[in-house]
């Protein structure tokens, strides 16, 4: 059930903002390497890391705001890719407490995302969920770890 | 139509995002001024005349909620209508942000119509999209 709506959120946010149809894949860290975390507090409290491929971060920020000229600089793909990361929990927390207790820090990036994914793991943890994504030959997935 | 906007929100990004989407909705910004966060929109509002603004909730330094408090503290401020764009959707952050004093409301991730759809009603024009000719490349925007 859970994992249902954190799917739903991660689909329904690259939909609208970045016009990245996904389908549902393996978790496979190491092909990630850019990365944001963000935590979560309220009803349910923890935190949740984005992972994606230098090519997929590039794609979404380009799309998102029709930049047509590649490589985008990498300060619009960090930005974006905590954006994403803040609207990816922002909209699970939103289904899963509909109460609306729950509030969001601010996104932190990380260019190495295997740090990232040991700072999701650092985190005071009872259960975690780990799903994985693919866009084409693009890949994406996402911790969400939560505290007991 | 012809406005004054501020955009506050501390992702750039997004701020380049909704800036587009207002001028593909048909509103000439003249020009359109950003802030990361609310402490900054304070005094940028302190020093431009704005006719709206469009605003993020979690922010560092001042929220969004916090804005629209100072906001309805100052006389020559309360009465600029803000649209809080948010993260945070469910039904009882949506009635703090209209408790607050907010008049539009939408929540992150949005379509570009979902937010030219708050904006008219926020406004109260029949807007129409594409009046300006733009094409998403022009930066009238102000950065502070």
């Known amino acids: 059930m859970m994992e249902r709506m954190m799917a739903a959120s991660i689909f329904e946010v690259l939909e609208k903002m970045f016009f990245i149809f996904l389908e549902s894949g393996d978790f496979e860290q190491r092909a990630y390497a850019n990365a944001a975390v963000v935590d979560f507090q309220g009803m349910l409290n923890g935190r949740m890391g984005l992972f994606m491929t230098r090519s997929m971060a590039q794609t979404m920020a380009a799309n998102m705001l029709c930049i047509s000229t590649h490589p985008v600089s990498n300060e619009i793909v960090e930005d974006c890719t905590g954006e994403a990361a803040e609207m990816i929990c922002g909209t699970f927390l939103s289904k899963a407490d509909p109460s609306g207790s729950s509030r969001l820090s601010l996104p932190v990036f990380y260019r190495d995302a295997a740090t990232a994914s040991n700072e999701v793991a650092s985190s005071p943890g009872g259960l975690e969920s780990r799903l994985g994504f693919d866009a084409g030959m693009e890949k994406m997935g996402v911790i969400f770890r939560f505290a007991p | 139509m012809s406005l004054q906007v501020l955009i506050v929100d501390d992702s750039s990004s997004m701020r380049r995002f909704i800036k587009r989407v ?112 733009d094409d998403g490349t022009d930066d009238g925007c102000l950065d502070f």
């Not at chain 2, 802030?35 to 603004?53: F, M, Q, S, Y």
């Not at chain 2, 100072?70 to 209209?98: A, C, S, W, Y």
């Open chain 2, 22 to 133: 207002i001028a593909m909705s048909g509103f000439r910004m003249d020009p359109c001024l950003e802030a990361p966060n609310g402490k900054r929109a304070i005094e940028i509002l302190e020093a431009n005349p704005v006719d709206l603004i469009v605003s993020d909730t979690n922010m560092p330094e001042m929220n969004g909620l916090e804005l629209i408090e100072t906001l309805h503290r100052d006389v020559g401020l309360q009465n600029i209508p803000v649209i809080v764009v948010t993260t945070e959707g469910t039904d009882p952050t949506k009635r703090d942000v209209f408790a607050s004093g907010a008049r539009g409301f939408v929540k992150k991730p949005f379509t570009p119509e979902e937010l030219k759809k708050v904006l008219g009603e926020v406004l109260g024009t029949n807007h129409r999209g594409g009046e300006c000719g």
